[in-house]
């Protein structure tokens, strides 16, 4: 069973818009409402109930939720893994840092960078999209990709396309409005197809000294989450 980082539950729960109380929503899934920002690091959630919590969170008709989240998502709330995303020489490296090191965050997500005409496609591997939240929480993981490529560019970044594997929701309009492009369900692919000038353009911290610095920690922390997410696969299973 799969797990998601604590500092994505806090954000979904911030942006909450329904009538349960921050603290209750936290404490359904085993998380203090006064826990420190600092402290998130090896602490995680099991997936389904990641799904649930977004459930109750968005309720019936809360599609924009996801969008919500994304633009309240700070790369720094991810320690070294959002610094490091913000340090990289081009964007396309780091999309290449997100698909290495995500699992410091979440072994529930997987990235893959696919060639295609007129720049690349990042895809959403691996994660099911079999209940209203699994499939929010694949908007959400979206979402926040081309949030953090925003926050490292200094720009509005704008994907060519987005694209879906879980049905249409009854209005698509905040989806548009975040990506500003067409968005698409029902396909072959969770993905953001980004065209070449975007994926070369320089993040504004690009810096090669600290970058060095940074992997050499999430290489350390990726190693120790690989371990646990093991663990607990073999205790799963």
């Not at 539950?9 to 009538?19: A, L």
């Not at 997936?47 to 919590?53: F, I, K, P, T, V």
């Not at 720049?119 to 929480?137: C, K, S």
């Not at 000294?209 to 992997?215: K, P, R, V």
Request: with cysteine; net charge negative; hydrophobic share 45%.
């Amino acid at each position: 069973m799969g797990s998601v980082g604590t500092p994505v539950i806090r954000r979904i729960v911030q942006v909450g818009r329904g009538p349960e109380r921050p603290e209750d929503l936290l404490a359904s899934v085993g998380l203090r409402a006064d826990a420190p920002a600092s402290s998130w690091a090896g602490e995680s959630v099991d997936a389904e109930a990641y799904y649930g919590l977004i459930e109750r969170v968005a309720g019936a008709d809360d599609h924009a939720l996801p969008f919500r989240y994304a633009e309240a998502l700070q790369a720094d709330d991810f320690g070294a893994l959002g610094l490091a995303l913000k340090t990289a020489q081009t964007l396309g490296v780091t999309l290449q840092r997100l698909m290495r090191y995500i699992l410091v965050l979440s072994d529930t997500l997987e990235y893959a960078l696919v060639e295609e005409p007129g720049g690349q496609r990042l895809e959403l591997n691996g994660r099911p999209h079999h209940r209203r939240g699994a499939a929010m929480a694949n908007e959400c993981a979206l979402a926040a990709v081309v949030s953090m490529l925003r926050q490292a560019a200094g720009v509005h970044v704008r994907p060519q396309a987005v694209s879906f594997r879980h049905p249409p929701p009854p209005t698509a309009t905040p989806h548009q409005a975040f990506f500003g492009c067409d968005v698409a369900f029902d396909a072959a692919h969770d993905a953001i197809h980004l065209p070449a000038a975007v994926i070369a353009q320089q993040p504004r911290l690009a810096d090669a000294g600290l970058s060095a610095y940074l992997l050499a920690q999430l290489d350390d922390l990726r190693a120790r989450a690989a371990d646990r997410s093991l663990v607990a696969q073999v205790r799963g299973a």
